[in-house]
């Protein structure tokens, strides 16, 4: 099997039609957990981590969380310190002089759980493995190029996809149609032949639909965000519950796929590369998207 290349994990020319899913989909797991709230177990927060086990009061404990996760959902892409020592940097100044000393320890923990709570469950690893035999699958993803790449190499997300956009290393972010178009482009196929699946509507859904995408799939990751909907112009041509109810909507299977090497890798590369001479602004949150190991079955089509 093949090391992806950095930008791209598309050594395919797709010749059906695509789906295209984010992140955020991806990091449904059943137990419905979030990183930034549960990182022990079910029934234990970060904020209960560090009265319990560093003996901060809870005030204090309330007051480094949130301003760590504040400042650390900014996530610039900043060259000249390594992500390792940036978020070590934001939990040092988070806990405060107090409690500077704990910042290595409490960085390692956060950063252990946080994959495990970012995990793909084995329903939506499952889902994958069967949507991928019948369809291409292209993940588009939000963020700075090497937080957002982290996660791929955590997640060993490569395996899965056919094509694989950070907006980090290209001029656009989601919802700008240029972002799907691009994939779509890559990928060899047209937008009205593709389906977008994301958690988002202002992004994912939005963006979709301005790229004129033959459908859109919302999947909020809260009940709670369903008034939104009602609220807002932006509309999916399905909303569901869970990423693993996808098959529900899809057509009848189509037969199985056939990917050939594609051509166009070389000059892919090699646009990225002149992308990156660029300035990009930051982007207001980088952790929209997934996280522990899933297994990658060894491919039969020569990735």
Not at 216 to 245: A, M, R, Y
């Amino acid at each position: 099997m093949t090391t992806p290349q950095k930008i791209l994990y598309t050594n395919f020319k797709a010749t059906t039609a695509p789906i295209g899913l984010t992140t955020g989909t991806l990091r449904q797991r059943m137990n419905g957990h979030r990183f930034d709230t549960n990182l022990n177990n079910p029934d234990k927060t970060l904020v209960d981590i560090l009265c319990e086990q560093y003996h901060l009061s809870h005030s204090e404990a309330l007051i480094a969380t949130q301003t760590f996760l504040r400042h650390f959902r900014l996530c610039p892409d900043n060259e000249k310190l390594s992500l390792d020592k940036w978020r070590l940097l934001l939990w040092t100044r988070a806990l405060g002089e107090k409690y500077a000393n704990l910042a290595g320890d409490v960085y390692r923990r956060w950063l252990q759980l946080r994959y495990f709570y970012l995990a793909l469950s084995p329903e939506v690893l499952s889902l994958l493995i069967k949507l991928r035999s019948h369809y291409h699958l292209a993940l588009i993803t939000n963020g700075p190029s090497r937080a957002q790449w982290e996660k791929v190499h955590y997640l060993n997300l490569s395996c899965h996809f056919d094509l694989i956009l950070v907006s980090g290393d290209l001029p656009w972010e989601k919802p700008h149609s240029g972002i799907f178009l691009e994939a779509c482009h890559f990928l060899g196929v047209e937008p009205a032949n593709c389906l977008m699946v994301g958690d988002k509507l202002e992004t994912d859904v939005q963006g979709g639909l301005a790229a004129g995408l033959g459908g859109t799939v919302w999947i909020p990751l809260s009940s709670s965000v369903l008034p939104n909907l009602l609220q807002s112009d932006t509309h999916p041509t399905f909303t569901l519950k869970s990423v693993t109810d996808l098959p529900h909507i899809l057509t009848s299977p189509m037969k199985p796929v056939v990917r050939t090497k594609s051509r166009d890798l070389q000059g892919f590369t090699s646009l990225v590369q002149n992308l990156s001479l660029l300035s990009l602004p930051d982007l207001d949150d980088c952790n929209s998207n997934s996280s522990h190991s899933s297994q990658c079955s060894t491919s039969s089509d020569g990735s």
